[in-house]
Every structure is written in structure tokens, then in C-alpha cells.
């Protein structure tokens, strides 16, 4: 895909392949997955609407912070952002975000 789509469309080229080639691979995983285990489809479409809805708002307010100021800010925006998303959503829960602040140390 790179191959067809980098030389056309340039980094927006290499971008949209590798956004294709990320969903194969986890539509692949999820139904080699199903295969050889029991899954909860209800809970991952749950979790991944949770996480959908992290993201945008994280989306949003980079956007928003950088319009109006340096885009480093916007950056620490949404480190900050969306993990406060994903725990407020309970995606994530305390115990988790413990174990994380753990490994960073």
C-alpha cells in the first residue's frame, strides 16, 4: 500500500497506510481471537466506545489549545486529558493507574 499511495499523496499517502493497514491488523486480531477464545463483544464495544470518546474529547481540546497557544501546550493538553478521560469514563480504573505511575518510575 505504501508502495501505490506514498508517491501519489506524500506523508498524507503514508498515513492513510498505515490507518488501513492498523485497522487489517486489529479486524484480523479480533477474529482470530474470537476464534480460540470466549469474548465478551458487548464489553469491547463498550470499552472501545469509552475509548472513542476519550480520544475525541482529547481531540478537541488539543485543537482548541492550539489555535490559541504554542503547540507544546496543546501536546501537554493531551497527555494530560486523555488518561483523566479514560478514568472518568471507567475505561481504566484506579488500581490500574497506579500500576502505570509505577512502571514510569
Do not use: C
Amino acid at each position: 500500500l505504501n508502495f501505490f499511495l506514498i508517491p501519489k499523496l506524500g506523508v498524507e499517502g503514508a498515513a492513510l497506510a498505515a490507518l488501513v493497514g492498523n485497522f487489517v491488523l486489529a479486524a484480523g486480531g479480533y477474529i482470530f481471537v474470537a476464534k480460540i477464545a470466549d469474548i465478551s463483544h458487548s464489553y469491547l464495544l463498550k470499552t472501545k466506545l469509552k475509548v472513542l470518546l476519550s480520544a475525541i474529547i482529547m481531540g478537541i481540546l488539543v485543537w482548541y489549545v492550539n489555535i490559541y497557544m504554542h503547540f507544546v501546550f496543546s501536546i501537554f493538553a493531551g497527555i494530560l486529558v486523555y488518561p483523566v478521560m479514560l478514568f472518568l469514563t471507567k475505561t481504566i480504573n484506579k488500581s490500574q493507574v497506579q500500576e502505570a505511575i509505577s512502571l514510569i518510575r
